[in-house]
């Protein structure tokens, strides 16, 4: 059997990077097993499914480097959650409930007052044909419930089934179904809750393995029971803890500074954001892998933490310049000749491993760029004239290489007596107009003798 995995985000915002996680761990997971991904847009909520953020979705998975085996849509695959539903009514496992929002929040309140656990009391599997009639005569239309299974066979016994599974990030799980409330599938408008539809399709699909956050756990007993009520074997599950704040709040859609659009805007690499993503909260220290082969090779299921993953947003533009720092030339060079950099492959492959080790993103490299290609002095030295007109005319001939700098500093230091920062820095003011930069002896050859000689007159 073919592993098959899935992520299913709704198309109701843009995608963070606490959303990347169970994008990247799925992904990740397919790829050690040799398996598929599906991309399942869940999108049965109408009103705040937008077409927008579906393609937004898309594009994001596209940055981190994820190709979906399969997208579809639940809005188109309502005919088969329609069947779903006659056979778990055929199979008196679905039933009609009547009882307003508010009516079930009293019921709650008393239960706690009680002490007992909020539990749905199963009132409506006591209401005659007749009850029904009166009802719906009143104007209630019904939300529909999944009766949970129970020992003995009798709907009100307290004793209902234990669920189990061997989850691979958490170990072996068991839940109590007496401790839940028989799940609403279908509101009372008619609209599907999250639950059967996802059943239906993973079903439907294949899904053997269903990779997820922590706080599905609640959810997974349920869906359990549902998947056999509806003759199929449940999928292995494996729930990983969930990125946080370093306060430990929450992520959300409405984070927006940490979509992983704001992300991608903000120059930084997919690398060091799926990195952070995948290893934070894991038994590995959080480094920047160089493709998504590498990070699958790198951290497996059993490697997540059952403690939060907490993470800063401070550490991304860190860890990015790690990597950026180790991207070889080619991995680079489209940018860069987007940027107007160099003149041919050759030249910007110079330029880019003179300079990559003081970016911290790959665009940082426009500004050295800029530096390096300056008509003219790129900053007055007025205190140094005497000794930048020396310097023009002990300037080597070209060609230059790696070597010039240091031919060229050894003349001035025996000419001047001058050393350390009285003999470098001048020039390095005079060429690039700063103080501190990549190695001379790199950027010397890529300003070349004219510019030089400009610069330093």
């Not at 991309?39 to 994820?66: K, N, P």
């Not at 030339?329 to 987007?338: S, T």
């Amino acid at each position: 059997m073919t592993v098959t995995v899935r992520f299913a985000p709704s198309p109701t915002g843009y995608l963070h990077i606490g959303n990347a996680r169970p994008a990247l761990m799925n992904w990740l997971f397919a790829l050690r097993e040799g398996g598929r991904f599906i991309l399942r847009y869940d999108d049965t909520d109408l009103e705040r499914s937008r077409e927008a953020y579906a393609q937004a979705i898309g594009e994001d998975l596209e940055w981190l480097g994820i190709v979906p085996h399969e997208v579809f849509r639940q809005s188109d695959r309502l005919a088969h959650y329609d069947a779903a539903v006659e056979r778990l009514k055929a199979a008196g496992l679905l039933y009609p409930c009547y009882e307003t929002a508010d009516e079930l929040e009293r019921r709650r309140a008393r239960a706690r007052a009680l002490g007992r656990p909020p539990v749905y009391d199963r009132a409506a599997l006591r209401l005659s044909a007749e009850d029904r009639e009166r009802l719906e005569a009143e104007g209630r239309t019904p939300h529909w419930r999944f009766l949970l299974p129970d020992h003995e066979g009798d709907p009100f016994t307290t004793r209902r089934t234990d669920v189990t599974w061997d989850d691979l990030c958490r170990g072996s799980q068991s839940v109590d179904l007496a401790s839940l409330s028989d799940p609403v599938l279908i509101r009372a408008d008619g609209s599907y809750l999250y639950t059967l539809p996802s059943i239906v399709d993973d079903i439907e699909s294949g899904v053997t393995h269903v990779i997820r956050g922590e706080d599905h756990v609640a959810n997974t007993a349920v869906q359990i029971a549902i998947f056999r009520a509806l003759g199929a074997s449940p999928p292995v599950f494996a729930h990983h803890n969930l990125l946080t704040t370093a306060s430990g709040e929450g992520l959300s859609k409405r984070k927006g500074d940490l979509s992983l659009r704001s992300l991608r805007e903000q120059g930084l690499e997919p690398m060091s954001v799926a990195s952070l993503a995948v290893l934070t909260g894991t038994s590995h220290a959080v480094e920047p892998a160089e493709s998504l082969g590498a990070l699958s090779a790198m951290v497996t299921l059993d490697d997540v933490s059952r403690s939060s993953a907490k993470f800063d947003p401070d550490d991304l533009l860190p860890l990015n310049a790690r990597l950026v720092h180790s991207l070889p030339p080619e991995a680079v060079d489209m940018r860069l000749k987007g940027m107007g950099i160099g003149d041919g492959e050759t030249f910007r492959t110079a330029f880019w491993l003179a300079v990559r080790e003081n970016c911290q993103k790959v665009a940082d490299a426009s500004a050295w760029w800029k530096a390096i290609a300056a008509p003219e002095r790129v900053a007055p030295a007025d205190d140094d004239a005497a000794y930048l007109e020396l310097a023009a005319r002990l300037l080597p001939d070209e060609p230059f290489d790696e070597g010039t700098w240091s031919d060229w500093t050894g003349r001035l230091k025996a000419e001047t007596g001058r050393k350390g920062r009285a003999l470098f820095l001048p020039l390095r003011r005079a060429l690039t107009g700063l103080d501190h930069g990549p190695d001379m002896k790199a950027l010397l050859p890529l300003i070349g003798r004219r510019s030089s000689v400009a610069r330093l007159s």
